[in-house]
């Protein structure tokens, strides 16, 4: 398969970066989500969306994953040691997460980076809990002793039930992009759109969960969103995922 052979090759070559894409409150930066890109020589920008389910399919992602994780903490390491500490969220999928060492890397990075727990955020999917919730429960529950925070990605659209997510021990919610921009999306001529929303951030006050919203592009949305009551948010209208050096630049000049 050729993608998976361009994959391993990628990684021993070096080829994989992360940018960092702001995650605001209300006006203030608040963290970054890492994200992975891939810019083959000779090749436009291969966009994760079609690698990582490959990777993940192969097993490459494992590797690939701790390589993430590395890089992700030694950038948020970097910027606490520079006095502009910024909270780094990554992106775990549910095999790595499954892994026995998951945790135990996690910590080893930590101690090793002198990295402050409370700047790593980890987030899973509702994948992790098809396998196996009690498990996965437990796992969270050992992350957050150590302060990591734990969010749930690409809420409402997958196949886990509510009251298993609910279940889950979790800092916050990010709802899915497809709740702004899919059919059913505020601004679609769907009616219900902006109630779900509201649902939304109300259940995640009440059980003590920020609500973030992914893929606000336009300020119609963030207007939307305000008058919701959503403080958190992340997408275009505020930046794509920078290089870190550009998001040092766009950090200053909002400062
Ligand atoms: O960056 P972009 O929006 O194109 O990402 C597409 C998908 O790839 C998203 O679902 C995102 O969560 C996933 N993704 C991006 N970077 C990583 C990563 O480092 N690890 C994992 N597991 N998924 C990632
Ligand atoms: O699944 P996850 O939430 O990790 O995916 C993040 C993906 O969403 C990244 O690929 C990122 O580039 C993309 N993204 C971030 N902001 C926006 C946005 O405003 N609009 C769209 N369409 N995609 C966005
Ligand atoms: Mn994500
Ligand atoms: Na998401």
């Not at 490959?54 to 993430?68: D, H, N, S, T, Y």
């Not at 930590?110 to 796992?139: C, N």
């Not at 505020?186 to 929303?197: E, I, R």
Request: proline share 7%.
């Amino acid at each position: 398969f050729a993608l998976e052979a361009a994959l391993r090759r990628a990684l021993h070559a070096g080829e994989f970066t992360l940018h960092y894409q702001p995650q605001l409150r209300g006006a203030a930066l608040e963290s970054v989500e890492a994200l992975l890109r891939w810019t083959p020589p000779h090749l436009g920008p291969v966009s994760p969306g079609r690698f990582i389910p490959v990777a993940e399919q192969c097993g490459l992602i494992l590797p690939l994953g701790r390589w993430v994780r590395e890089r992700a903490c030694e950038q948020a390491a970097a910027w606490h040691q520079q006095g502009r500490p910024l909270r780094v969220a990554v992106n775990v999928s549910p095999l790595e997460f499954t892994q026995p060492d998951f945790v135990p890397h996690v910590h080893g990075l930590l101690t090793r980076l002198e990295l402050p727990a409370h700047l790593l955020e980890l987030e899973v999917t509702e994948g992790v809990l098809v396998q196996d919730l009690t498990g996965t429960a437990a796992k969270l529950r050992e992350l957050r002793r150590l302060g990591v925070r734990i969010s749930v990605d690409d809420f409402g659209v997958q196949h886990a039930s509510l009251s298993a997510l609910m279940a889950l021990p979790a800092d916050a919610l990010k709802l899915d992009r497809s709740f702004l921009s899919g059919h059913a999306g505020l601004g679609s001529s769907c009616a219900a759109a902006p109630h779900v929303l509201r649902a939304v951030h109300t259940l995640g006050r009440e059980l003590n969960l920020d609500v973030l919203a992914e893929g606000v592009e336009t300020p119609e949305q963030h207007a939307l969103l305000s008058g919701l009551g959503f403080e958190y948010m992340q997408g275009f209208l505020f930046s794509p995922a920078l290089p870190p050096d550009e998001l040092d630049a766009w950090r200053a000049a909002r400062s």
